[in-house]
């Protein structure tokens, strides 16, 4: 094919069209190339997904620690709290831990 058989297709007359030309050069710097690009815009909002997800479950996490400041005002609640997560004990008492080894 010659040039001039190109010249004579439709499609060949619209794209070579400047207007065109110039359109489809601006959508690829604006999609590819530029600052703002699809692409990043696309990274960007993955990234806003996951702080969403990462706000949710911290936000889940202070309710439970809230409970459970609420339910450690009380005394009773405060001493059972005490002795089972840091092994407490009142003065004159003894405390046993008994650690059960777990083969599998």
Known sequence: ???????????FKIISNKYVLISL???GWMF???TNSWFIHHELDQEI?????????????IAKDKAIIEKLQDSVELEKFARQKY????PNEEIYIIEYDTID
């Open 1 to 11: 094919m010659k040039f001039k058989d190109l010249r004579n297709k439709s499609w």
């Open 25 to 27: 050069i601006f959508a």
């Open 32 to 34: 590819f190339l530029d």
């Open 49 to 61: 997904n996951e702080l969403q997800d990462n706000k949710e479950f911290y936000q889940k996490e």
């Open 87 to 90: 092994y407490m004990k009142r």
